[in-house]
Each structure stands twice: as C-alpha cells, then as structure tokens.
C-alpha cells in the first residue's frame, strides 16, 4: 500500500511541477482537467446520494470559472489584436453570460415543470448568487481595492451557509439538485481558479510597513500552496502513524489524530522556513519580514486550513457511503481526494496577496 501511495504521488508531484514550472499555458490546462475530473467526480458522490446533478454543466461551469479566475492576460496580448487586458475583460463577461444562460435555463425547467414557490425561491437565489459572484470579480478588478477584492471574496464565501438555509425550504430534488449543482461549481472552481491566479501573478509586490518591498513571481507563490498541503500530509501522516492516539474526527476520518494533525502543522513550518530562505536567496530585495511572515504565519494557518478542506471532502464521501472520490491516482483515490486541501489552501492565500 505504501509503494502505491509512494508511486502515485511521485505521479501526481512531477506532473505538477513539470505543468507548474513549464508555463502559465500548461499549468492553466492542468488546472482545467483536473478541475473537470473533480467535478465528475463530484456529480459522482451526488449521484450515490440520488441526486442527478447535469454532468455537461457541472463539469463546464466548473471549468468555466476557473479560467475565469485565474486566465494569465499578459500571455494574451496581441490574440486577436487585443490587449491581454482587454481579452481577460471580454473573457469574463462572456463567461458571466454563459453562465447565467445555463442558470436561467435550469429556473425555466423548474417553472414548466410546475414546481410550487418553495422551490422555486432557493433555486432563484442561487442563480443570483452566482450572477454575483461573477460580478463582483467583474467590477472588483475596475472598482475595488485590494482589500475589498478580499472583503468581497470572504462575504461570498459567508453567504454560503444562507443557500443551505435556503435549500432545506425546498423539498423538491429539482432544487436540491440545483443547489447541489452551484455548490460544487462554486467550490471546485473557486479552489482550482484561485490556484491558477496564484500562478498567473507577476511581480507580486508587498507594501509592509508603508515601504513597497520587490516580490517574487506568481509561480512561487503557487508552489507555496503545494508545499504548505504536502508537508502537512507528510507529517500527518508520519506523526499520525507513529504517535497518533487521540481521534481527531472519528466520524469523519477514524485514522486522522490529534497528533497528526499538530505533526502536520508543525513540518508545515520547517518546509514554510527553508522556502522562505530559498526565495531570499532567489530574490536578494525581498523582505526578510514579509517572509517570515509567509513562513511563521500565514503557511500555519494555511496547514489548519487545508486539514480542514481535507476533512470536509471526508464529510462529503462520508455523506455518500464511499470510501474515494475515485480510482484515478493509485493509493490516493481520485482528484479530489488528492487536492481537497487545495481547495480551502489556494483560495486563503489569493486572499492574502490582495491584503498585501
């Protein structure tokens, strides 16, 4: 079982890297078809449940905003004639529209169904919800600082609890498929997106202490996400093996401990720490603070955080009565079960650059 794993992350490790480093094309068409696959796999864990989610707009909508979020424009300048700017801006409201087309279509079949108002309501919703989510980015890129580019995100993710609320009023499967639906596109795609913005930045720079500090490009940035979610399953699973006796989630993931989760932590730091001197070194004028910073407090949050995605897709299989998302990666499952922590990791730390 263990050479499987082994094998299957070296796998998984040198695609990655190789994607990663190749170019922002090659990263984002990576993003793209693992993002997909997730999602299919997703509709999958639905499908157990009884639910019939539309796998041609799941996977599409998904993938849709992910090069949404995280399309490179300076690798589009001069395509069409245009500026990357301008194509990126082109790009986004085209896919704002396909998306509230498909979103408006799916409210049509609800109301020539008949489907009584308590359906309808939560389904109409979401529908704004998502339009919103869209615009938002939209606008946030003409209109908003940095910081409420960020406010904006978190208050997104806030609202999240309200669709719940709002789809238990219904008790029709229309609109719990619905809901189902725009929960996972939401989720995988804001994860995976927010993955190839990090790749996509270029010249990041960081204002500390009222001084403008030179950065490093956006590639490094997105390898710190990799390196925060590996080093914490690492020492999860070293410490966890070794020395785990307090359950963690014993209905979520019986194998998970406490100490393996302080273990993760913990290698998270030293892998944060020698990253953070190999960029010194790599890059002479950043700041030796806002590294520190990267290493000593933002990758520790991080570490919780991607625990915390690894947990929630527990819930999730848990939920449909399956032991892996799927059968794709030897050892690991399937997408999802290899990149959960990516999902709650990538989008924390495109929050933090536009803090900084």
Known sequence: MFFTRFIGSTAVLLLTLLALFYSSWSFAILCCLLAGIAAFEYGKLLQKKGYRPLMPVLIGM????????????????????????????????????????????????????????NTLLPALCMIAFIGIFYLGFIGGGIFFSGFGKAIFFLLIVLCLPLLVFLSTLARKKAADNFFWLLSGVVYLGTGWGCLLGLRSLDNITYIFSGYSIYAMDGVWFALLAFIIVWSTDVGAYLIGSAFGRHKLAPALSPKKSWEGAVGGVVLCLLAAFIYAVFIKNTYPRMGFEVLMILAFLVAPIASVLGQAGDLTESALKRWAGVKDSGSLIPGHGGVLDRFDSLMFVAPFLYIIYFIY
């Open 62 to 117: 998904t993938v849709l905003l992910v090069l949404w979020l995280g399309l490179d424009y300076k690798a589009m300048n001069g395509l069409f004639g245009l500026s990357g700017h301008d194509i990126l801006l082109w790009w986004r409201f085209l896919s704002l529209f396909i998306v509230l087309c498909l979103g408006l279509l799916l409210l049509l079949r609800l109301i020539f169904v008949k489907k009584p108002l």
